[in-house]
């Protein structure tokens, strides 16, 4: 399974990007499909993920309320709604697909090459 992200960018403070992460292939419904990002200078932390055939999701407490994951089952693709943008939200956002319940990276098998999003002050 590839999985391809995209729709990083530049934007300023306050603004909005949706991130988009395509799947090669079809994802089963118990798979668990994830977003991360990598700040500069940083590790890789967990964004926000989603249990594909039931749709529950949960976030990290730095992106609650302002960062939405959704999918298109269809299409096998995966979105991360992020509105409000901060600075500390500049990083490489990857998309990444599991098979269970968890915010760790080591529990996500599959991983996109990442996008790049940059919010300036």
């Known amino acids: 399974v590839q999985l391809q992200a995209s729709g990083g960018g530049l934007v300023q403070a306050g603004d909005s990007l949706t991130l988009s992460c395509a799947a090669s292939a079809r994802i089963f419904s118990s798979s668990v499909m994830g977003w991360f990002r990598r700040a500069p200078g940083k590790e890789r932390e967990f964004v926000a993920a989603?249990?594909?055939?039931?749709?529950?999701?949960w976030y990290a407490d730095s992106v609650k309320e302002r960062f939405t994951i959704s999918k298109d089952s269809r299409e096998n693709t995966l979105y991360l709604q992020m509105n409000s943008l901060k600075p500390e939200d500049t990083a490489v956002y990857y998309c990444?697909?599991?098979?269970?319940?968890?915010?760790?990276?080591?529990?996500?098998?599959?991983w996109g090459q990442g996008t790049l999003v940059t919010v300036s002050s």
């Open positions: 990444a697909r599991g098979s269970q319940y968890s915010t760790q990276e080591y529990d996500y098998i599959y």
């Open positions: 989603m249990r594909w055939g039931r749709g529950s999701s």
